[in-house]
């Protein structure tokens, strides 16, 4: 018994912070299905050759890897698209474009702190086989959707294209080697400031005079089209920087059609840190406190299905951080009225009349009521005090002078009214009432 | 790329497999909450310590454990028992009874076979607290209410209790010692017979004269009470038999002021494999096709928390195998109904559509109704084709001609009209219609 607690890093979740969790899930799902996504589940383990093919040097360091007792690598997934890509790759026969979500946890062996944690519940919408940036904008849609349910107000999502950082880089000089480095030193801003990324640059081979071109060019966000045309005079000697710079009009084409267009901030320093994004990339940020970071991130991925033997299939996805806005919601304080109200609180005044209880609760449970019965055989001064506590809005003393006479006592708790009902008639007359 | 495939003995779940499950679970959470249950979660892992303190010789074979990257042993939890003792041991303040439902996966290292699978889903109630069986009969009422809104019919529960089958043993002369090992070959009559049972007895050393008690009196089963009289007859002598029969008498009572008193079999054969239960113990089985064993199991444990370093708390609880009663649902065919009807599909003519085409999903999304629009930028005869392939009940045309007088079509795919509405009507019309 030296140790019983939880694996570091893990929680368990229960009272107001599940009941926020199960809130967040169902609306996710709601929104997911609104808009035409269909469910898929995978296991939490995936073979080691599947994993690793996702590449990233930290992959390996990060993963929750072991042998199974047939001598077979494999691992905890650490989110919830290499699953997706196996599934794509090896089922052909799926149509396209294919519309997932996937609610589930993920793992990975980070160093633990506030808001972070090695096990967290993700939840995803892909879109497999759309090249067309809709499709980005689509998954962008859902998210924003979601956060407006969930949080009213106080968020904002962030979008740039690695074909812009891509041309960014063309045009400062970089070297095509040095371009996802770079990304990850320009993906700092916010955390290290201007002189931070220069330091970064520099440490990471690259010429002070690209340096500075970068750094003039980072500090380009805002809204709307105005500051996409920005964008492409920057980078209008690069061909694939002007693609990418088209991709972003057509997604804020589409935002300006909507009311979300003021909380979408083109912004040239995102890049988000995996190495297989290709086109659009994305992350939601929730504004106030506690500040934990992004709340929901993505991108497309255009090559990732080939790493896993798939045909070249384009893919595009985001995914909400459910652990952080759990968080969040409790930090706001707007969790009322999720907890499950109990309705009914039933009393047996005497052991004989715990199975009479008992039917009742069961009946009630059959019409959808939420009810509970004593197990406890205590006395009704502390059941009426329990039932109290407990907010029921009924309680129902079954005692066994009323029940000679086929009868129970019901007490309305707010009212403190009590009338006599026959015992058949009890879950009906309580329905009608509530 | 030489292996893309699941880990062995697990299976991604996508479809109307996907679909029943979700129904599942979510007949699940509403009979738990309608019995006064709240939710929690706890990490797939525990830490070696945790779990090998439920005992058992097989625990160790079973278990996906590995040692994570700071060398202690973890492993994944093989049920949800094992997590919520942990979490009572530690939580001394949780008020009694605490009634808890979880619903997660846990894994295995069996031998995969039909309808076995390495990782599977569970839902599970367990009351905390209470030693009435009072709370073991609702439990049992818990499985079956799920079990009528999801089968319907064809399904029983088996009910013993381990005092029985200990006070069974003290009359047949069975070694305080060999009581285990009997329980496990008595339980096993089903599957291997009268003549089988005889065999193992006298394989683990029990005399050919406590052997024929013993099958003399497995054989005990029926409905009601008056099959309790028969055990409490064969019990006379025994005082712990005797207890266990009280128990069962209660939970009888209760359930004969029920309508599922039919459902209900007492079996003296039933026993169950895990060695930490103490008092009653039930299994549900599924009457029909496939055959695939039981659907729901549990019993009560009464000692399990203090192997976890805590108080010594009555506990019971049941088990409902989600993975298996996917099975049989697809197997009955009653899957209609599950899919979410796709209400509205969108069909932008041009590219320079497709914004429309988002703007109008968003705002459908936004008033739950479900819809897709196209991002492949198909031609009108496609999308008509594959709107009506999805089921969708409207299709709103997005045409350049139409929209320069700031309107779409919608056409009614059942009957064909289609009618011009202004744009910013669409959503309003459509869910009028709906």
Same mark, same amino acid.
Request: aromatic share 8%; charged share 30%; net charge negative.
């Given at each position: 018994m030296s140790e019983i607690r939880t694996v570091r890093g893990m929680r368990d979740l229960m009272g107001k912070e599940m009941l926020v969790r199960n809130y967040l899930i169902e609306q996710a799902v709601q929104v997911f299905r609104s808009f035409g996504y269909e469910p898929l589940d995978s296991p939490v383990m995936e073979l080691w050759e599947t994993l690793s093919a @996702?590449?990233?040097? /930290?992959v390996e360091a990060e993963t929750f890897k072991f042998e199974d007792k047939g001598g077979r690598e494999v691992g905890l997934r650490f989110d919830l698209t290499v699953p997706l890509a196996r599934i794509v790759a090896t089922n052909l026969?799926?149509?396209?474009?294919f519309k997932r979500y996937a609610i589930g946890k993920a793992w990975r062996y980070d160093r633990p702190q506030a808001g972070r944690y090695r096990e967290f519940m993700q939840a995803d919408v892909d879109v497999i086989g759309a090249s067309s940036p809709a499709a980005d904008a689509e998954v962008v849609l859902v998210a924003l959707e979601f956060s407006r349910r969930?949080? @009213? *107000?106080?968020y904002i999502v962030r979008i740039n294209n690695r074909k812009v950082l891509k041309g960014l880089t063309e045009i400062a000089g970089v070297p095509d080697d040095l371009a996802h480095e770079c990304f990850r030193s320009i993906d700092k801003l916010d955390k290290i400031g201007k002189k931070g990324v220069l330091e970064e640059l520099s440490s990471r081979g690259i010429s002070k005079e690209s340096s500075e071109k970068l750094l003039d060019a980072i500090e380009l966000r805002g809204n709307g089209l105005d500051v996409l045309d920005k964008f492409a005079e920057l980078l209008k000697e690069s061909e694939i920087g002007t693609e990418g710079v088209e991709e972003l009009k057509f997604m804020a084409e589409i935002f300006e059609e909507t009311e979300v267009s003021s909380l979408v901030e083109f912004d040239m320093a995102l890049a988000r840190g %995996?190495?297989?994004?290709t086109g659009a990339v994305f992350e939601g940020r929730?504004?106030?406190?506690?500040?934990?970071?992004?709340i929901f991130g993505g991108g497309r991925y255009d090559h990732l299905i080939e790493r896993f033997g798939g045909q070249p299939t384009p893919a595009t996805g985001i995914s909400l951080g459910i652990g952080r806005l759990v968080d969040v919601l409790i930090a706001m304080g707007e *969790?009322?009225? %999720?907890e499950s109200e109990l309705q009914v609180f039933i009393a047996p005044l005497k052991r004989p009349m715990v199975r009479y209880a008992a039917r009742l609760a069961n009946e009630f449970a059959k019409a959808d009521v939420t009810v509970e019965f004593d197990l406890? /055989?205590?006395s009704l001064k502390k059941l009426l005090a329990l039932s109290d506590s407990k907010g029921a809005r009924f309680t129902v003393i079954v005692g066994p002078r009323d029940l000679e006479k086929g009868q129970v006592s019901i007490r309305n708790? /707010? *009212?403190k009214d009590t009338v006599l009902i026959n015992l058949e008639d009890a879950v009906e007359y309580v329905s009608s009432k509530l």
């Open positions: @996702k590449g990233g040097d /930290e026969h799926l149509p396209k474009p969930v949080l @009213k *107000t106080n %995996l190495d297989y994004y929730y504004l106030g406190k506690p500040a934990l970071g992004s *969790t009322d009225g %999720l406890m /055989e205590r708790m /707010e *009212t």
